[in-house]
């Protein structure tokens, strides 16, 4: 009898951000991108198809798979594409809602955080009836920047975001997954600086951090030397303040 304790769910690649250090595989609306400058043919021989749909119309779709082991699951981790604008995602919070297991579950999640509601859907209200709950916000950096970085990005509106959730659903562990680049690797302290002053995350647990490996003028490792001591100098300053 197998029962499945933990799962990682990345239902699709629709996304609603076309993120400078991300690609057509993890993106839609890049997906889309890359057709139109190079022609669905050429898409199709490196990803396959435009928009990754694992639950297909057929009769044994994936949800249908999916959900007799959604009783016996203790911790899951959501992820995308864009999570929240996933519908299958919904599936699964209303499966464990009407089952009672809600209590039990423990979401995790990765998110571009720039939405909390889903067509019909309001996150806050689901989120409110789990209380293991950890999410973890790809952000890099704050205002003009981070609408640069992630395109899509509505700073205004990211914020507005954290603390309706800070407010509304106060038993949520509240932390960020940057990813770091060229784009963002000299003032990424500063980000960190004001996302503490503001109250939105803690020092009780560190952020994730990604590097950017792709694309290759993305990474920090492409930096000359000497602009590598000068961010050494930096970083060390700045952990020992």
């Known amino acids: 009898e197998f029962k499945m304790k933990y799962m990682d769910l990345r239902f699709s690649n629709m996304c609603n951000m076309k993120c400078r250090s991300c690609g057509p595989g993890c993106s839609s609306l890049w997906a889309q991108e890359f057709i139109d400058e190079r022609g669905v043919d050429v898409y199709e021989e490196y990803f396959h198809t435009k928009k990754i749909v694992i639950n297909k119309a057929e009769e044994m779709g994936f949800m249908n798979k999916l959900k007799p082991y959604l009783k016996d699951v203790l911790e899951v981790y959501f992820a995308g594409g864009e999570i929240i604008i996933t519908p299958e995602h919904y599936e699964c919070l209303d499966y464990w809602i009407e089952n009672g297991l809600n209590e039990q579950v423990e979401l995790t999640y990765t998110t571009n955080f720039s939405s909390l509601k889903f067509k019909d859907k309001d996150l806050i209200g689901y989120w409110k009836k789990f209380p293991q709950l950890k999410i973890w916000a790809s952000l890099d950096a704050e205002g003009s920047v981070a609408e640069t970085i992630r395109k899509g990005t509505d700073w205004d ?25 060229i784009w963002n690797v000299f003032h990424f302290p500063d ?12 020092t009780k647990s560190s952020p994730r951090f990604n590097l950017a490996t792709n694309p290759w003028y993305a990474n920090i490792m492409i930096l000359p030397v000497s602009v590598k001591r000068r961010l050494i100098e930096l970083y060390r300053v700045y952990a020992e303040r």
């Not at 980000?191 to 803690?202: A, H, S, T, V």
């Open 191 to 202: 980000f960190f600086d004001y996302m503490i002053e503001q109250g939105f995350i803690d």
């Open 157 to 181: 509106r990211i914020v507005k975001n954290i603390k309706t959730l800070k407010e509304q659903v106060p038993h949520a562990q509240f932390q960020i997954t940057p990813t770091i680049s």
